[in-house]
């Protein structure tokens, strides 16, 4: 392949770094993915997979990948980041528009069939693609999210470290946590305690929600004051190399009444219980139905609504969890979240959710954080 007009990154191979050995593993499994599909070269447009396959944590690049070349096209702003993050990767800088440059590129690697993100791509970009490039055109559906839902070692040490903060951040808020305060001061509070202990930032809007209001699971904090007696649904999570934590816990301002206690502990159970049967093989349906079935005999499944888990990676919400109707099984290596809940109107809410790992032989809770009620 022609390398005229080009930036590479390095010359050769200097110390191969952990993250030079997760991006060949990447790369090494996207190859085999191709070579399954018969296809030439992937045109890669969706930047948590960009990211992911070159280790670049830039807002903007394209990665063109084939069974022997890899180049990552970025604008000017980005050379100099890329050719240091990237050094798998050739790195190239386009001017103007990156469409004509990954045209360029994949007329180089002599591409007979090319296969684009079409869960990504816009519409006005593949039409324009079109005219750029004589190629027979393979639609690609999650072609590089699938490979993420395994994570390699490098992946799951980042995310450890996210939930390692979240669980700090946690241990630190409750002994903070008071009647008078709103909402959205708790919120503030925890972003912050996230990035003194080593966030790069919050990994999604902090949510925090008291007494009805927590009857709302995706609930925004608001102006409103915490009170006394009321249960406070806490979901945030830390971001930290890229890679996010999720928690999900839910306490009590001053002692708990027998309904309190009754809900936390169905929801409690029905996670316990869940988590009992995450291991390989299992489908995601099946895990989803064993806290769904907790809670149902317990007279509360008309308030449990939402999917028990997702996938965590990436992205928060990586790829396929656990749903009724989920079609995953679980393999070694994937993390995903167990979050069961129940959600009464006019009266509020508990949901507890832990980040869990699937192992060899069975899983692996990574969140650290007590799921005792606590009765601050």
Request: net charge neutral.
């Given at each position: 392949m022609?390398?005229?007009?080009?930036?590479?990154?390095?010359?050769?191979?200097?110390?191969?770094?952990?993250?030079?050995?997760?991006v060949e593993?990447?790369?090494?499994?996207l190859?085999?993915?191709?070579?399954?599909?018969?296809?030439?070269?992937v045109?890669?447009?969706?930047?948590?997979?960009v990211?992911?396959?070159t280790?670049?944590?830039g807002?903007?690049a394209t990665?063109?990948?084939?069974?022997s070349?890899?180049?990552?096209?970025?604008?000017?702003?980005y050379?100099?980041q890329?050719?240091?993050?990237c050094?798998?990767?050739?790195?190239?800088?386009?001017?103007?528009?990156?469409?004509?440059?990954?045209?360029?590129?994949?007329?180089?690697m002599?591409?007979?069939?090319?296969?684009?993100?079409?869960?990504?791509?816009?519409?006005?970009?593949?039409?324009k693609?079109?005219?750029?490039?004589?190629v027979?055109?393979?639609g690609a559906?999650?072609?590089?999210d699938?490979?993420?839902?395994?994570?390699?070692?490098?992946e799951?040490?980042?995310?450890?470290?996210?939930?390692?903060?979240?669980d700090?951040?946690?241990?630190?808020?409750?002994?903070?946590?008071?009647?008078?305060?709103?909402e959205?001061?708790?919120?503030?509070?925890?972003d912050?305690c996230?990035?003194r202990?080593?966030?790069?930032?919050?990994?999604?809007?902090?949510?925090?929600a008291?007494?009805?209001?927590?009857?709302?699971?995706?609930?925004?904090?608001?102006?409103?004051?915490?009170?006394?007696g009321?249960?406070?649904?806490?979901?945030?999570?830390?971001?930290?190399?890229?890679?996010?934590?999720?928690?999900?816990?839910?306490?009590?301002?001053?002692k708990?009444?027998?309904?309190?206690?009754?809900?936390?502990?169905?929801?409690?159970?029905a996670?316990?219980?869940?988590?009992?049967?995450?291991?390989?093989g299992?489908?995601?349906?099946?895990?989803?139905?064993?806290?769904?079935?907790?809670?149902a005999?317990?007279g509360?499944?008309?308030?449990?609504?939402?999917?028990?888990?997702?996938?965590?990676?990436?992205?928060?919400?990586?790829?396929?969890?656990?749903?009724?109707?989920?079609?995953?099984?679980?393999?070694?290596?994937?993390?995903?979240?167990?979050?069961?809940?129940i959600?009464?109107?006019?009266?509020?809410?508990?949901?507890?959710e832990?980040d869990v790992l699937?192992t060899?032989?069975?899983?692996?809770?990574?969140?650290?954080?007590?799921k005792?009620?606590?009765?601050?």
């Amino acid at each position: 392949m022609s390398r005229k007009g080009t930036r590479v990154s390095g010359k050769g191979f200097p110390e191969t770094t952990e993250m030079d050995r997760a991006v060949e593993g990447r790369l090494a499994r996207l190859r085999s993915k191709l070579a399954e599909k018969r296809l030439d070269v992937v045109l890669v447009t969706n930047m948590d997979n960009v990211r992911y396959l070159t280790g670049f944590t830039g807002s903007t690049a394209t990665a063109i990948v084939s069974k022997s070349d890899a180049v990552l096209l970025v604008d000017s702003r980005y050379t100099l980041q890329a050719s240091e993050q990237c050094r798998r990767f050739q790195v190239r800088e386009y001017k103007d528009s990156v469409l004509p440059a990954a045209a360029c590129v994949v007329k180089e690697m002599k591409t007979r069939r090319l296969a684009f993100e079409a869960d990504h791509m816009s519409y006005a970009d593949h039409r324009k693609l079109r005219t750029l490039l004589s190629v027979r055109y393979y639609g690609a559906l999650r072609f590089v999210d699938d490979l993420r839902l395994v994570k390699d070692s490098q992946e799951v040490a980042a995310i450890r470290q996210a939930v390692a903060i979240s669980d700090k951040c946690f241990e630190d808020v409750i002994g903070r946590i008071k009647p008078g305060m709103s909402e959205r001061e708790l919120a503030i509070d925890m972003d912050f305690c996230m990035r003194r202990h080593g966030a790069d930032k919050p990994a999604f809007d902090t949510i925090v929600a008291a007494g009805p209001h927590a009857a709302f699971p995706h609930a925004q904090p608001s102006d409103r004051i915490l009170e006394a007696g009321q249960l406070v649904k806490m979901d945030f999570g830390a971001e930290y190399g890229q890679y996010p934590s999720d928690l999900t816990r839910t306490v009590c301002l001053g002692k708990a009444d027998a309904k309190q206690r009754e809900v936390y502990n169905t929801v409690l159970q029905a996670q316990l219980k869940a988590i009992d049967v995450v291991r390989p093989g299992a489908a995601g349906k099946d895990v989803d139905a064993v806290a769904r079935d907790h809670i149902a005999a317990a007279g509360y499944g008309e308030y449990f609504g939402h999917g028990l888990g997702h996938s965590l990676g990436r992205g928060v919400h990586d790829g396929p969890g656990f749903s009724r109707t989920s079609t995953i099984i679980l393999e070694p290596g994937m993390v995903m979240t167990v979050e069961p809940g129940i959600y009464i109107p006019d009266w509020g809410g508990v949901r507890i959710e832990d980040d869990v790992l699937v192992t060899e032989s069975g899983c692996e809770i990574l969140t650290g954080a007590t799921k005792e009620l606590l009765e601050l």
